[in-house]
């Protein structure tokens, strides 16, 4: 009997598969029913290839063997996951299966997976697309039931390779090109170049900020205050202020608007990361990794999405949600819901996936045996779709005008009428937010009753504040998924659709990256370039680092989905581009060149061949780059004594070094010269020594 195999992204999705398609008979690394086979990825289970392994040469970093343009991309499966694929390659070429199902996210990471393990499986069978946005089993159901041809998203597949293989070419080929020039390893990457040039830019900023003073004069009869527009010189302040002290003032304008402010969208992956950092300080990642289990665990919808709205279908099942979020938020009354379902509907602003959501799920499941971080984040998505439906906020906003002295003094107030969506929010807020944001302490601020236009404020005094200008605040986890999500609009225009650096689904890893990279640091909850981080960032070409050319290729890969522009487009601007990095290195003065050189203390000579040896965060190295010596500071001989290589004994080897080596040094670590390490022992110390072999 012919079958179907399933691919799932990971093994608890995979499990909801099988439950849903009666898969029940487990094997080592698949699940197997009458009519199909259910089995799993475990992530990316391959990645391309290093480029030693296209040449041995590319093992030793040599700017003259650039650039390093694969014709044929070679893959490579995790040693951890071998066994896995294996597994997997084994299925797709089961002579009873007939097709292959791809079960994997429904993104464009998921389309990824998929084909690198498809195409290194070497597998030829048809495949069907399995495109869901939750893991609810009347969604993977009605998904099974509604699946297309893989050709149907083969645009969103080749844009996944086209990315990929695009942070490949700039990432080798760029990382090689400075770290050769400069000789000191400096990593580029296509999106992690610009964002971290955004960090570097905010901080000089602000380490070059020059604090001004302004001064505010403030009038009062002892009810209400108006205050004067900012005045630049203290001469003129304390003359506004002594002119007005205890003088009349003649209200000349009293202006009464009802105002309403309209509720928020729901929530898109990188608008819930900017709220989950800012209320409970979750960073990027940690808000995806959660969210991704709450969704594998069926409580949310898809979260890897960029769309803040549903589709006209969804109606029933938003309302539905809406009138039981009470059941999830016990601060929440049924009064205080909305049901402007019609504000979160658009269609043309729904492409793969919708906003998150609940699910039913949920409602039946409750969230009380959640961990207080998930059902924090529970709560967050929750409380963001009885907002989004509901009532408009409105109020009153009173402006008056008083002129004294010749000088216009002004008040504003603002006073409730209806609290509408805000009632959910602060409820939300006082129940589940310890510490509030500092932009959302503001109180509203009242006009005190009886003041009418032509009044006649009298005695008023009169006093001079003085104020300073700000610098710009550090980037934060919120700040910088807002600049990342809007980098390089101003660039395009308004018919464009912006992506700027990354996607949602990617922007926490980039952040994560530069951090475990050392090119960025956490203090608090701000987000702060590294001295190397800065260093980088002053030495790469303003191309490297331009946000707005890096969103122009999301918005390129965004084209490619929809068939706009092909591949060979995309990737031949790409292969212009690693050229341009190579000729623009080429042209590095050797002064330039030697910048990072200029503290580096000198360990010793080489026994190789003569040149300086300096010390590296893993060895300590020969000068130079065409010679393989290196002392390695952790090595299994001195592991067996639990020591590593210090300074101290790297210079007594070198000092009493001779002529030849064997063992443990080199530049890499696989290449082993012909020297003994030797262990003597002095007044009871240990000393570390090399013994050569004479020369013939």
């Known amino acids: 009997m012919s079958k179907f195999l399933v691919i799932a992204e990971k093994p608890s999705v995979a499990q909801s598969y099988a439950k849903n398609l009666s898969a029940y008979k487990k094997e080592d690394g698949y699940l197997e029913g009458e009519s199909c086979i259910v089995s799993w990825c475990l992530g990316h289970l391959a990645e391309y290839a290093q480029p030693e392994e296209y040449d041995p040469k590319y093992g030793k970093w040599q700017f003259d063997d650039l650039p390093i343009l694969p014709q044929v991309w070679k893959l490579k499966v995790s040693r951890d996951k071998k066994k896995q694929f294996d597994v997997l390659k084994s299925l797709m070429n089961r002579a009873d299966v007939d097709y292959l199902v791809n079960g994997c996210d429904a993104g464009r990471e998921g389309e990824l997976i998929f084909q690198r393990v498809y195409d290194l499986a070497g597998c030829r069978k048809p495949v069907k ?37 695009a942070d490949w070419l700039i990432g080798m080929n760029g990382t090689r090109a400075y770290t050769t020039c400069y000789f000191k390893r400096l990593v580029v990457g296509r999106v992690q170049t610009p964002t971290l040039a955004m960090l570097a830019e905010r901080q000089d900023k602000i380490e070059h900020f020059q604090k001004e003073a302004f001064y505010k004069v403030a009038l009062t009869d002892g009810r209400l205050t108006v205050v004067s527009e900012n005045i630049a010189n203290e001469e003129a302040a304390d003359l506004l202020a002594s002119l007005c002290m205890d003088s009349e003032a003649v209200i000349t304008q009293v202006k009464r608007e009802q105002k309403k402010a309209f509720p928020p969208k729901l929530y898109d992956l990188t ?26 665990e069926k409580l949310v919808t898809y979260p890897r999405t960029d769309s803040q709205f549903v589709t006209e279908d969804m109606r029933d099942t938003v309302e539905e949600l809406v009138g039981k979020m009470p059941v999830l938020l016990p601060f929440l009354d049924y009064g205080q819901l909305g049901h402007n379902i019609t504000r979160v509907i658009n269609n043309a602003k729904v492409s793969d996936h919708h906003a998150i959501l609940p699910t039913k799920e949920a409602v039946e499941k409750g969230i009380s045996d959640l961990t207080a971080d998930k059902k924090n984040l529970m709560m967050l998505v929750c409380q963001q779709l009885v907002q989004a439906t509901g009532e408009e906020y409105q109020y009153e906003q009173t402006d008056i005008t008083v002129k004294c002295q010749g000088h216009d003094f002004t008040a504003r107030g603002k006073v409730p009428v209806q609290m509408g969506f805000k009632a959910a929010g602060n409820a939300f807020k006082n129940q589940c937010v310890k510490a509030k944001p500092e932009e959302e302490t503001e109180k509203e601020t009242s006009i005190p009753y009886g003041y009418e236009e032509g009044m006649t404020l009298s005695p008023v005094k009169a006093e001079k504040t003085v104020h300073f200008t700000s610098p710009p605040k550090p980037f934060n986890e919120d700040t910088l998924l807002a600049a990342m999500e809007t980098a390089g609009n101003k660039d395009f225009d308004s018919e464009t659709e912006k992506k700027g ?21 956490r203090k608090g909850k701000q987000i702060l370039p590294s001295t190397e981080g800065r260093e980088l960032v002053n030495v790469m070409p303003a191309y490297l680092k331009s946000a707005a050319m890096t969103a122009e290729w999301e918005n390129q890969l965004l084209m ?9 487009q995309f990737m031949g601007e790409i292969t212009s581009l690693v050229g341009k990095i190579l000729s623009v290195c080429r042209e590095i003065p050797e002064t330039e060149r030697r910048r990072f050189q200029k503290a580096r203390e000198v360990i010793g000579k080489c026994p190789v061949c003569g040149s300086d040896v300096y010390e590296g965060k893993q060895n300590f190295y020969c000068s130079n780059r065409q010679c393989d010596f290196a ?31 064997k063992g443990l040094y080199s530049r890499k670590k696989d290449i082993k010269f012909d020297a003994d390490l030797l262990l003597t022992l002095e007044d009871g110390k240990p000393r570390f ?8």
């Not at 039931?145 to 086209?162: F, L, P, S, W």
């Not at 409970?280 to 991704?292: E, N, R």
């Not at 020594?689 to 013939?696: A, G, Q, R, T, V």
Request: charged share 30%.
């Open 129 to 165: 697309r399995l495109w869901i946005s939750s893991m609810e089993d009347t969604a993977i159901r009605t998904g099974f039931q509604t699946m297309k041809g893989a050709e149907e998203y083969r645009n969103i597949c080749m844009a996944a390779v086209c990315r990929a293989q």
């Open 271 to 296: 608008s819930l990361q900017r709220e989950a950092n800012r209320y409970f300080g979750y960073t990027a990642k940690k808000t995806l990794d959660m969210l991704q289990e709450l969704y594998e």
């Open 501 to 521: 650096l990354g996607t949602p689904a990617t922007r926490a890893g980039i952040i994560e990256k530069l951090v475990s990279s050392g090119y960025a640091v």
């Open 560 to 568: 490619m989905e929809k068939g706009q522009i092909t591949d060979t």
């Open 631 to 661: 002392l390695w500071k952790e090595n299994r001989f001195l592991g067996s004594m639990e020591k590593t290589l210090d300074k101290k004994m790297a210079v007594e080897l070198l000092d009493k070094a001779c002529t030849h080596v």
């Open 689 to 696: 020594h090399l013994e050569f072999p004479k020369k013939k």
